[in-house]
């Protein structure tokens, strides 16, 4: 007699499981979606463990919360300081860092994006003008550009013509538009944020240790 054959249930087909049929397949998934939902649901969780996201954005956060003696630590007077002015806080690279996150978190990033790639171009020698006016011009200004700063219509296509013929300065009006927007808009709702108010009250607790 011949044995019964016994049919092995492929895992694949097998409802709430599903799994490649090449393995493979597995090891060179692109989780770029996943973290794209990730990014964008990333405003939910301050107020679940603004620390541990301060940590995670800083690496010397908690450093700078031991001792304020070191120029290179985060003090939690320096930390003050950012709310006198959004010219204190962008002088400041750690200051850059933090309020970009809080940028990101209301999906208006590319302004301190912007205006950082301004301060860099005009630190440029004359000679790479430019080749890097294009790059801003292409990544901010343009009307289909991927990061589209908010500029009125006048303003655009001066700086347009301004690239042309690039100077150092090709770039201060409509840099001082955005700076002007992130003064009056972002800035304000920056310093009554969690990212900046437990930063600041975390500091100033550890000072008094």
């Given amino acids: 007699m011949r044995a019964a054959a016994i049919s092995t249930p492929r895992l694949d087909k097998m409802p709430g499981m ?3 049929a090449n393995p493979k ?3 060179g998934t692109d989780h770029s979606l996943l973290d794209d939902k990730t990014q964008k649901k990333r405003p939910k969780t301050f107020g679940m463990d603004v620390k541990a996201y301060l940590r995670s954005m800083i690496p010397h956060l908690e450093s700078g919360m031991k001792s304020s003696k070191s120029k290179d630590l ?3 007077d320096e ?3 950012w709310s006198e002015s959004l010219e204190k806080l962008l002088a400041n690279q750690t200051g850059q860092d933090v309020f970009g996150n809080f940028l990101k978190s209301e999906f208006s990033e590319e302004n301190i994006e912007f205006w950082l790639a301004c301060e860099d171009y005009k630190k440029t020698k004359s000679d790479l003008l430019h080749c890097k006016a294009e790059k801003i011009y292409k990544a ?3 009307s289909d550009a991927a990061k589209q700063i908010n500029i009125d219509f006048r ?3 001066s700086t347009a013509k301004k690239i042309k013929a690039p100077t150092p300065t090709s770039f201060d009006e ?3 538009i955005i700076y ?3 003064e009056k808009d972002s800035y304000p709702r920056f310093l009554k944020s969690n990212i900046y108010l437990n930063l600041l009250n975390d500091l100033q607790a550890n000072s008094l240790k």
């Fill in 18 to 20: 599903f799994l490649s």
């Fill in 180 to 182: 002007t927007l992130m």
């Fill in 74 to 76: 985060l003090s939690a």
């Fill in 155 to 157: 303003t655009r296509e």
């Fill in 140 to 142: 901010f200004v343009q």
């Fill in 79 to 81: 930390v003050k300081q």
């Fill in 174 to 176: 409509a840099q001082k």
């Fill in 25 to 27: 397949e597995l090891k």
